[in-house]
Nanobody, 121 residues
């Protein structure tokens, strides 16, 4: 599985941004898809995940109520809609594919290249 993330950019605090992650391969719907982020000098952290069928989702407490993860299995794409952005959301955002519903990076086999999100004051 190859993953290609896109949609990052610069936005003011309180604004919105949508990320996309396109996957190759015919087994996309069998994977749990996750979004992670990594700020400078910090470890990569979990943001959200969605199971293969597109049903249950899990969010980090820091983004709950502001971010929404979704997927379109017909398009092999997972999305992350980010609203009410804060400066502390600034990071490189990575999409990942795995077989388990994990908040840990080691739970994911495949990673996209990352897309930069910068939230200014």
């Amino acid at each position: 599985v190859q993953l290609q993330a896109s949609g990052g950019g610069l936005v003011q605090a309180g604004g919105s941004l949508g990320l996309s992650c396109a996957a190759s391969g015919r087994t996309f719907s069998s994977y749990v898809m996750g979004w992670f982020r990594q700020a400078p000098g910090k470890e990569r952290e979990f943001v959200a995940l969605i199971i293969g069928s597109g049903g249950p989702t899990v969010y980090a407490d820091s983004v709950k109520g502001r971010f929404t993860i979704s997927r379109d299995n017909a398009k092999n794409t997972v999305y992350l809609q980010m609203n009410s952005l804060k400066p502390e959301d600034t990071a490189i955002y990575y999409c990942a594919a795995g077989r388990t519903s994990s908040r840990l990076t080691k739970g994911y086999e495949y990673w996209g290249q990352g897309t930069q999100v910068t939230v200014s004051n």
